[in-house]
């Protein structure tokens, strides 16, 4: 992060002023903009990878449940697990109410893996 | 991940055998999923933290964009925002189908800011 804002600080230094600049071409790439979109690019690798990483325990959890007969869904587990993640994300600045939803939205996918799982 | 298996094998060769074990009160932290569950709630915080570094960046990109008069989405830079992260989920194992859905959810929640950044 530290040297892609100093890239970013960089690129926008080396920018011509607005008002001395000729209009762009309509699909001119925006060095600002691409700078940006380097360091997201970077963070949504990182994220499929973990997210990788996450389904393969709870494919494992899934298995295990099914042999242990254990039900695919866990409404308290999930209470404590999305009460923890709006704390942290309240000290990470992050909207409590977006990552509430986004653990909704792994944990759906997770639920329909274990009822496959447990069907096959 | 090693450290966490190694966690789960002598938390399994610990555990008594099924059919010499006593029922186990309806409550009762099963000791094998409890291994599996502190490995996904580390997992979520760095996926928390992530997140909330990618919207830090995300919010400067709404800004610079409501600045800059461009539209807050982008229909091309998605589409090979999707093409990517599939490629990189086959490489990594995780469904392709769940991390296209994934960014779109990502996405969708960071037209939300830009529109809102745009208005404001």
Known sequence: MCLA???????????????QSPPAPANAPDPVLAAYRKSIDNIDAA?????????????AVGEYKAKATLPPAD????????????????????????????????IDEVIRHHEKARGG
Chains 1, 2 share one sequence.
């Open 47 to 59: 994220l499929i990878h973990i997210l990788a990483e996450r389904f393969r325990i709870t494919q």
């Open 5 to 19: 804002s100093a890239e970013l600080l960089l690129v926008s230094r080396a920018m011509p002023q607005e008002t």
């Open 75 to 106: 409404p308290d587990r999930e209470a404590r697990q999305i009460a923890r993640l709006r704390k942290l994300s309240e000290e990470a600045d992050l909207d409590p109410e977006f990552s509430e939803k986004f653990l909704r939205f792994i």
